[in-house]
């Protein structure tokens, strides 16, 4: 069964960091491309980052560019995403993702909203 957790959100103030974390399980880690996409009340869900693990490739939404960063424990099949400068537009729920079906590559398709997500971390940004 394929399980995403994610963890470390909270309430920061703007120009601070937060790291998110997400622990996975059920599937093979390394074989997968695995994202973040974030949802704020009353928007629709932003793809915010993915990243190709086998291939250690990864792509950004232009809103974060420059400040948020995706990484990998291969080790403890983890995925974060350190969270720099951030700015009150970053408040949402941000949700670990995985691309099960293995349709898309990262970099190459955008950041779509892949078929397996978590319960979601929330950030809440402060002004």
């Known amino acids: 069964e394929v399980q995403l957790v994610e963890s470390g959100g909270g309430l920061v103030q703007a120009g601070g960091s937060l790291r998110l974390s997400c622990a996975a399980s059920?599937?093979?880690?390394?074989?997968?491309?695995l994202g973040w996409f974030r949802q704020a009340p009353g928007k629709k869900r932003e793809g915010v980052s993915c990243i190709s693990i086998g291939e250690g490739r990864s792509d950004y939404a232009d809103s974060v560019k420059g400040r948020f960063t995706i990484s990998t424990d291969n080790v403890k099949n983890t995925v974060y995403l350190q969270m720099n400068s951030l700015k009150p537009e970053d408040t949402a729920v941000y949700y670990c993702?995985?691309?099960?079906?293995?349709?898309?590559?990262?970099?190459?398709?955008?950041?779509?909203?892949?078929?397996?997500w978590g319960q979601g971390t929330q950030v809440t940004v402060s002004s």
């Open positions: 059920g599937f093979t880690f390394d074989r997968y491309v």
């Open positions: 993702e995985v691309d099960i079906t293995g349709i898309y590559d990262c970099p190459g398709h955008g950041l779509p909203l892949y078929d397996y």
